[in-house]
């Protein structure tokens, strides 16, 4: 790889032992797992293979709980929307936190054309979800409650059991965007209480084009996209059968890799955060200690995160982010950073960092110093 990658949260590469397990599933062993002959049998196989690997990875209690789509995106529509819809007579109000991911929330805000209510739970200043207003804001009609596990643009990791323990007293399903945490700490959706847990390949070093929707047994929720019925009726259409398989994979090495890689990638974390801070007026954003061990958020004042961003791409050959990828078309300061009591213009000042497996520590002075002089540098153009 060219240059210095540091976007992993919008996208990762291939894991080259996920692609060799799975390329076969491309070119040689490509069967319909719906079809009755021996190549659609060995698919089903491999398609059934990859859906205990993501159960294990999440301590799921069985592979049944795993229905597979297209990403997270899909995912968190079908558990929101599936959800909401076919339990609508026990209660039509939705809460969410308020940094959720724009999958979470504009599906919820859809939700309200059709008579469902639609709350926000606040966070702190280092986006903690205030656990207080969670429960002040539950209700008997709250139908559905949408925490993530961790926020990919701040990399604060939330406190989901004590959450799953006051939603479940006063509300009904908890559902978990846990994208941005999957690969970085361990996830267990029976110890933590999850209804509904949302997850993504790409973000396992595993194939785009895949992604997954735990549900747990028992619970009730109606599919939104129709067709043949495969994945248990809830998701319709031929499955991505190499994404899918990739992604079982890219799972299992996950589960036995992710505390060692963890604490490397926590180092190199740490010293950029200590290094970036001596830039002046350079902040933090997102809680000090309880965040991804690949993530380094800042924001810096004067200058816009998206100058940042171009100039380090064009100039340095270092590629980062200024929030979450999928909100960075609209030039409106990310909704995440106003919760967290940041002005417009603070807000417009940001730049994430999130590493991968291709990041290490000889790489940091680099980095200092191109960000150092990316931000002298639009601070003496900016008329601020």
């Known amino acids: 790889m060219s240059g210095i990658y540091l976007d992993y949260q919008s996208a990762s590469p291939v894991d080259p032992r996920v692609h060799d397990f799975a390329e076969r599933?491309?070119?040689?062993e490509f069967g319909n797992p719906s079809a009755l002959h021996s190549s659609g049998l060995a698919a089903k196989v491999a398609l059934e293979e990859a859906r205990a690997k993501v159960a294990e990875f999440i301590n799921?209690?069985?592979a049944e709980t795993i229905v597979f789509t297209s990403g997270v995106t899909e995912a968190n529509n079908l558990a929101i929307r599936g959800t909401a819809l076919r339990n609508s007579s026990k209660g039509k109000a939705l809460l969410a936190s308020a940094i959720e991911h724009i999958s979470v929330l504009n599906p919820m805000k859809d939700l309200k054309k059709g008579g469902f209510d639609l709350a926000l739970v606040p966070v702190d200043s280092t986006g903690i979800i205030d656990l207080v207003m969670l429960e002040s804001l539950l209700s008997k009609e709250t139908i559905l409650t949408s925490i993530m596990y961790a926020?990919?643009?701040i990399g604060t990791i939330e406190p989901i059991r004590e959450a799953s323990e006051i939603v479940?007293?006063?509300?009904?399903?908890l559902h978990v965007d846990a994208a941005a945490a999957?690969?970085?700490?361990?996830i267990d959706v029976q110890n933590d209480g999850i209804?509904?847990?949302?997850l993504s390949s790409n973000d396992l070093y595993g194939p785009q084009g895949a992604g997954a929707l735990y549900i747990k047994p028992g619970m009730r929720i109606q599919p939104v996209l129709f067709g043949g019925g495969q994945e248990r009726g809830f998701r319709s259409g031929t499955e991505n059968l190499f994404a899918i398989v990739g992604m079982g994979e890219?799972?299992?090495l996950a589960k036995m890799e992710m505390e060692g890689e963890g604490n490397r990638l926590r180092g190199i974390r740490d010293e950029l955060i200590k290094k970036l801070l001596q830039i002046d007026e350079a902040y933090l954003t997102g809680h000090p200690h309880k965040r991804l061990s690949n993530h380094a958020s800042f924001r810096f004042s004067r200058i816009e995160g998206e100058s940042i961003l171009l100039t380090l791409d064009a100039m340095f050959n270092i590629q980062v982010s200024t929030g979450s990828a999928c909100s960075s078309r609209t030039l409106e300061p990310s909704h995440v950073l106003l919760a967290i009591g940041l002005k417009h213009e603070q807000a417009h000042g940001s730049m994430v960092m999130t590493l991968g497996k291709h990041n290490d520590p000889d790489q940091v002075p680099l980095i200092a110093t191109a960000v150092s002089n990316t931000v002298q540098r639009l601070r003496a153009l900016s008329p601020l």
């Open 250 to 252: 890219a799972a299992r």
């Open 182 to 186: 999957e690969g970085r700490i361990p």
């Open 168 to 173: 479940h007293k006063k509300g009904l399903y």
């Open 25 to 28: 599933y491309l070119t040689k």
């Open 195 to 198: 209804d509904l847990l949302t």
């Open 60 to 62: 799921a209690e069985s």
């Open 151 to 153: 926020n990919s643009e």
